[in-house]
């Protein structure tokens, strides 16, 4: 064998190594998550990555499909949780909405009573309705995920609404380009069928929608049934569906 089809076998193995490795770490990795439970968990949002063969250390992937999965995937893959998230829309009303509590933005004098509330157990989180996930964490992940965003993060906004001077419920929000994306919607069991939800929505028309002239995007678990109710009932517009599967390899147990 001369030099020159020795470079060419070694190129093809080197080619090969790579595209091989390539496709060991297509998947990205949650920092978030990775960082609030200490394990290796990664995300997706290509129904191809499900081509993978298992990583070489313990893993949790959680996958945000268009599209579900074939039977024969199912099969292979074996997710551990399953469910449909249902995407919602509301249009800009020129027109104040009634605002039945008060409204306000949120401040650090509010922190603790917030993260209180976070800690309730009226969740319908997916990764608090998947069993394994839960066990991850000792509180709810909005708990975690309100805690991060009280460090200030651009385009994001903190809605409180009160009752009789208290902190009934609140609504953490994103502007990403021309959207604005509700992250978490919650209400004190204390105060749950007294129009805070509704007031939150309102206020956030009358003030946020208004000034950027966005509209207001939101989505929940299809076993959320309360939270269906309540988009409807505000005049969210259902856009998209998507599947939503969680995944862990033999490691994790």
Request: glycine share 2%; charged share 30%.
């Amino acid at each position: 064998m001369n030099s020159i089809n020795f470079l060419r076998i070694n190129d093809r193995y080197l080619a090969l190594q790579i595209k091989t490795y390539s496709n060991l770490i297509m998947l990205n990795k949650d920092n978030f998550l990775t960082q609030i439970t200490g394990k290796e968990i990664y995300k997706s949002f290509k129904k191809n990555d499900l081509s993978q063969k298992n990583l070489q250390k313990p893993f949790f992937v959680h996958f945000k499909l268009k599209k579900p999965i074939s039977k024969k995937k199912i099969q292979e893959f074996n997710p551990h949780f399953f469910c449909k998230q249902i995407n919602f829309k509301k249009k800009y009303q020129k027109k104040n909405l009634k605002i039945y509590q008060d409204c306000r933005p949120s401040t650090k004098k509010d922190r603790f009573e917030i993260l209180k509330i976070c800690k309730e157990n009226t969740s319908n989180s997916r990764f608090v309705k998947d069993s394994f996930f839960r066990k991850l964490l000792k509180y709810p992940l909005r708990y975690y995920w309100l805690e991060n965003s009280f460090r200030n993060k651009p385009g994001k906004f903190l809605i409180v609404c009160l009752k009789n001077k208290k902190i009934g419920g609140f609504c953490l929000l994103q502007k990403i380009k021309k959207k604005l994306n509700i992250n978490i919607i919650c209400t004190s069991k204390k105060f749950s069928n007294q129009k805070i939800g509704s007031s939150i929505i309102a206020y956030v028309n009358n003030k946020i929608m208004k000034k950027y002239k966005i509209h207001l995007y939101a989505g929940t678990q299809d076993y959320n049934t309360h939270a269906l109710s309540f988009y409807k009932k505000n005049k969210f517009i259902h856009m998209s569906t998507n599947y939503i599967y969680h995944i862990k390899n033999k490691g994790n147990k």
